[in-house]
């Protein structure tokens, strides 16, 4: 090649004439302009507008005309609501906020602030987190979930349905639940496309909603079974301690004596009335599913040295969980140090996964020759999620800035009315208002946003707050209605087979079902396990004590 073809940057001439041409969109002189001088649409523009005179009205007003922090904290609470309703921002943007102007408001510092921005619910999050990501790369989740369904198939379609959505269920106790319903997703496409082939589109075509909805009912009905299953459940544990800071801490084995239970129940509420609505009639799904789900689990070979070194990690990590503290007469193994309370779940959490950035596995890095680890920084960093961190820190900041505002004590002086309505309504009451804006609002932020304000009503009212906060905390997962009311749900409508009338109509039903179930689980078996007494105010509530308004 002719070198005096080249130009300085080595490109060639011949080669640009061959290139195709690529067209170019310009903007009219009249665009232009407009986009440089106001580049926001309407929506931005108005919630921006709106923003700033909130912002301004509650920093130079006391509205409240007793105290200006309140005024101030509410005013950033609003902005704050106002971002994540609209979502002119990515949530975790929005979240932000807080921590932004709280200090530049005189609220709370910097250094407060940060310091309730990462903690031991981040800790626990984090090394929840990073098992799920070992769980899915050493095909360990379907493993578990070929074998928990293959027994069930030989009971027709019904075994069929709770094969799926008692592995999903399994699986997203553990993992995220959007995660376990994308594993899942594929082996109830083929399974769909097998009966289809095997038993008439008759067969498939009344399996396809159980099987569909089931996944992805299944897969958020099961985050509430744990501590570390579903975001809400977390920032309840973190804001029971930053509003209520002399309440006991909550632990992961408390959390199952009731999350599981309830959750468990909800599942089989759900299995019930999908056999009643689409399989009241036997269906045969024939021995061909049977032996398609065999063949794929034969696909997998014996169990993997990384599988089985995940296994252990999850053994040791629920013993650790299980046995941290007293239980009853049973002595934690935290008794051992010389300050167990200074361990929590999180602690282990971390001490369980960090190892797993150590221990080789079978699998060679490319460019060294050398054997990877059971978790590589390399291949998760894209999946990490930065985007729950920021809003688990802003919900945070959040919750931090009601309590040294006195935002919180404010509110329950003036809620005392309430107590006159009947507890069991106002639970459902509360219960109702929070499934409703889970399905419009993301469930982090519908409890982010709700967890203060029951915290303050339950103060009010002279119950315990626990009663309100959990109640906020798992009906702010009941977003069974819409696509994008949560993740399981966008992907089921993501398969193209399932209508938002047919998700709409069954997530009603559903929603229903949890709202009645939580209600009378909150009086009955919960309280024993939450550790929580009807109409009993516990001493670190501190229900009388007069609202004072801080000094800053």
């Not at 099961?222 to 309840?236: K, Q, R």
């Not at 069954?506 to 229903?512: A, K």
Request: a neutral charge; one cysteine or more.
């Amino acid at each position: 090649m002719n070198p005096s073809t080249r130009d300085s940057c080595g490109t060639d001439a011949n080669d640009l004439e061959r290139a195709p041409l690529v067209e170019h969109q310009y903007l009219s002189p009249l665009e232009s302009i407009k986009l440089a001088c106001w580049p926001f649409s309407i929506l931005k523009t108005v919630v921006l507008i709106l923003s700033f005179l909130i912002l301004i009205l509650f920093w130079v007003v006391d509205v409240t005309g007793e105290c200006p922090p309140v005024s101030r904290m509410m005013g950033v609470a609003l902005i704050t609501a106002l971002w994540w309703v609209t979502q002119i921002a990515p949530l975790h943007i929005s979240a932000m906020i807080p921590p932004i102007l709280l200090p530049i408001m005189g609220v709370a510092s910097s250094s407060e602030q940060a310091a309730s921005f990462w903690n031991n619910t981040s800790f626990l999050f984090l090394g929840g987190f990073l098992f799920s990501l070992a769980l899915q790369q050493s095909r360990l989740h379907k493993r578990i979930a070929l074998m928990v369904m293959c027994p069930l198939v030989r009971f027709g379609g019904i075994g069929l349905m709770i094969g799926f959505m008692l592995t999903n269920f399994l699986l997203s106790m553990w993992m995220s639940n959007t995660a376990s319903t994308l594993t899942m997703m594929p082996i109830a496409e083929v399974s769909l496309a097998s009966l289809t082939q095997h038993c008439g589109e008759e067969t498939a075509e009344k399996m396809r909603l159980p099987l569909l909805l089931g996944l992805c009912y299944s897969g958020t009905i099961g985050g509430m079974a744990t501590l570390v299953g579903t975001p809400p459940n977390l920032i309840y544990a973190d804001q029971l301690m930053v509003l209520f800071p002399e309440a006991p801490p909550v632990r992961f084995v408390d959390w199952l004596g009731y999350g599981l239970p309830y959750s468990f129940a909800l599942l089989w509420f759900l299995i019930g009335w999908f056999i009643i609505k689409f399989l009241r009639t036997k269906t045969q799904v024939g021995r061909q599913m049977k032996t398609a789900l065999t063949e794929e689990l034969d696909k997998l070979g014996p169990m993997s040295y990384e599988e089985k070194v995940v296994a252990v990690t999850f053994a040791v990590l629920m013993i650790g969980w299980l046995f941290r503290s007293d239980n009853g007469p049973i002595k934690g193994w935290s008794n051992l140090l010389s300050h167990p309370s200074y361990v929590g779940d999180g602690t282990w959490a971390m001490i369980c996964t960090v190892p797993l950035f150590l221990i080789p596995s079978t699998k060679i890095e490319a460019k060294s020759s050398k054997n990877k680890a059971i978790l590589d920084w390399d291949d998760i960093k894209a999946s990490f999620p930065f985007d729950i961190i920021l809003l688990f820190g802003g919900g945070f900041a959040l919750a931090d800035g009601f309590s040294r505002s006195g935002l919180t004590a404010w509110i329950g002086t003036r809620l005392s009315s309430l107590s006159e309505v009947p507890l069991f309504f106002l639970v459902m009451i509360i219960c109702t208002v929070t499934a409703s804006l889970s399905e419009v609002l993301s469930n982090m932020a519908t409890a982010i946003v709700l967890l203060p304000l029951v915290g303050a009503l339950a103060v009010s009212v002279e119950v315990d707050p626990r009663l309100f906060m959990l109640t906020v905390c798992f009906a702010s997962s009941f977003a069974f209605m819409l696509p994008m009311a949560t993740g399981p749900n966008m992907v089921t409508y993501a398969t193209g087979k399932v209508k938002v009338h047919e998700m709409a109509l069954s997530g009603f039903v559903l929603n229903i079902m949890g709202i009645v179930l939580w209600t009378v689980a909150a009086f009955t078996f919960v309280p024993p396990s939450a550790g929580y007494k009807i109409n009993e105010m516990p001493y670190w509530a501190n229900a009388r004590a007069p609202f004072v308004c801080p000094s800053r």
